[in-house]
């Protein structure tokens, strides 16, 4: 195919001054990078340019394909993961682009427990016989570098969503560029700080910008980094064709969530730590996945899927909803929807924890669990 994708962004240069400085820890990049250049009365933070089209005589021209609030988010994203970055409308666009690039018949191997919608899209592919998709568990070793041999993509995800399953990284990106496939690393659960991808070798890191880089549950958004310029290039025109844009407006709100990731990430994995400390010990749960890290944990109700239900509806400072990563702390049970995998147990309830007090957190879930009892 023939992308229409331009170069990188002539203007990217305006931030190169900030994000080239590799001693920058992603804390403090998450702060400073995508800030306009300095100078008398500049502003601070970048603007938000609510343009769809530009004046003649750029690269670019039209929102599509670049906007200056989109520039400012994806150089900060770029900039933590290691690599350009492209920002989608969503996560989901972001995952169906880098499909999207895939040839005819294309061999992917993927988790057996994946993020449900990414699931159901490769399932969709490999029935409609526009791929060829074998499912691992990925924290099995070499299992993965078995179906490895073959493969043109290896699609991983770790920690899994909502098994928590995670995957030796290093052995199965080894694996998978030892047999010429592609791996691409969803990152969303751990985020940049608690793990780097690319660093690893990996050749793309997709993210569900909805979940912990914006912070708030206020936006849908997506993006796909890579440290390799000419597939930035073919992702950045899967986006202008396929036309998963996000506006101007949700790349500010996602910025500007993202400068407050660190102290986020920090206070949310302090109380997943000592909640799933707290719960090993709780009649009413029988099982407990936590990787020991991270800021989401998924636990089995020992009274079965509806007393998994009755913890869902009593519960009054955790909120009962889908999705991760914002400041307030959710609840689900991750079978009530039908397109959920059958290896997700009925009585799994996910847990993704915000910042409030843990004591807050823990006087809340343990009476509803109590209940149960
Ligand atoms: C939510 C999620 C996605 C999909 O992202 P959307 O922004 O909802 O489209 C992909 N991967 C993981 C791990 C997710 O949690």
Redesign the pocket.
């Given at each position: 195919m023939t992308d229409t994708s331009a170069p990188r962004s002539v203007d990217g240069h305006r931030y190169a001054a900030l994000v080239n400085q590799p001693s920058w820890s992603p804390e403090t990049l998450a702060v400073v990078a995508g800030r306009p250049a300095p100078g008398p009365d500049a502003p601070v933070n970048p603007p938000i340019v609510p343009a769809s089209t530009f004046h003649a005589g750029g690269p670019f021209g039209y929102a599509r394909e670049w906007s200056p609030t989109s520039d400012a988010l994806e150089e900060a994203l770029g900039a933590l993961e290691g690599g350009s970055a492209v920002v989608f409308s969503?996560?989901?666009a972001a995952?169906n682009a880098m499909l999207d690039l895939l040839p005819p018949g294309a061999r992917v191997v993927a988790p057996t427990a994946v993020?449900t919608?990414?699931g159901v899209r490769l399932r969709e592919l490999a029935e409609d016989g526009r791929i060829h998709l074998q499912t691992v568990e990925i924290d099995d070793t070499p299992s993965v570098i078995h179906a490895c041999a073959g493969a043109d993509l290896l699609w991983i995800?770790s920690p899994t969503?909502p098994l928590l399953q995670e995957a030796d990284l290093p052995a199965c990106i080894a694996a998978a560029h030892a047999s010429g496939a592609r791996v691409l690393v969803?990152n969303?659960?751990a985020t940049p700080l608690l793990q780097q991808p690319l660093t690893l070798g990996a050749d793309v890191v997709l993210h569900?910008v909805?979940?912990g880089l914006s912070g708030h549950s206020d936006l849908?958004?997506?993006a796909l980094v890579t440290t390799d310029a000419g597939l930035a290039e073919r992702i950045r025109g899967r986006r202008v064709l396929l036309g998963a844009a996000p506006s101007a407006f949700d790349c500010y709100l996602a910025l500007r969530g993202l400068r407050t990731l660190a102290v986020r990430v920090e206070r949310s994995q302090a109380n997943a730590r000592e909640i799933t400390e707290r719960l090993a010990g709780h009649p009413a749960v029988s099982r407990v996945r936590y990787p020991g890290w991270g800021t989401i944990a998924s636990i089995e109700i020992a009274g079965g899927p509806d007393a998994a239900d009755r913890l869902c509806d009593s519960v009054r400072l955790w909120i009962h909803a889908t999705s991760?990563g914002g400041v307030e702390s959710l609840l689900e049970r991750r079978r009530r929807w039908p397109l959920e995998s059958a290896v997700v147990p009925e009585n799994l309830v996910r847990l993704s924890f915000g910042i409030e007090s843990v004591d807050d957190l823990w006087q809340d879930l343990s009476s509803s669990l109590d209940a149960l009892t």
């Open positions: 969503s996560g989901m995952a993020y919608g990414v995800e969503n969803d969303t659960f569900s909805t979940k849908l958004m997506g991760l």
